[in-house]
């Protein structure tokens, strides 16, 4: 468990750093990632790091992710978490625009190394309005 611990802070990290190639570096070449933003789905590794960008180009003052309540169940050679995720960006003036997420992120050992091959983050909606909810508090 540790070391799928250590993959994802050095993830979070990389993501805060804004600092691609360390991103991308954690996930395998055909991940497939169900994220929040923009696409239904993403696969492969070159398709996801263009999605990065365009993220990371969200967040001119900085980005927030913050991963909380991380849960790890790991196997011989898979892994899957699930944790609460507070992410979002750094406005002018230091003011903060962040939101509650869920994620799950699934792990693969390849060639002795844990690779992120499928990511999945969410937001809640209210069904009623068709609006995500972002201050959803855990």
Not at 12 to 19: F, S
Request: charged share 20%.
């Amino acid at each position: 468990m540790n070391a799928i611990k250590a993959v994802l802070e050095s993830w979070q990290q990389a993501v805060v750093d804004e600092n691609l190639d360390n991103i991308m570096r954690h996930y395998s070449d055909d991940v497939v990632s169900f994220d929040a933003i923009k696409a239904l789905q993403i696969v492969g590794k070159n398709n996801y790091a263009e999605h990065w960008k365009y993220c990371m180009g969200l967040c001119p003052g900085g980005v927030i992710m913050e991963i909380h309540e991380l849960a790890i169940y790991e196997a011989e050679k898979v892994a899957f978490c699930h944790y609460l995720l507070r992410c979002g960006s750094v406005q002018d003036f230091g003011k903060e625009n962040a939101g509650w997420m869920r994620a799950t992120v699934c792990l693969q050992l390849e060639q002795g190394q844990w690779k992120i091959v499928h990511e999945h983050f969410s937001s809640p909606f209210d069904p009623e309005t068709g609006k995500a909810i972002f201050d959803a508090q855990p």
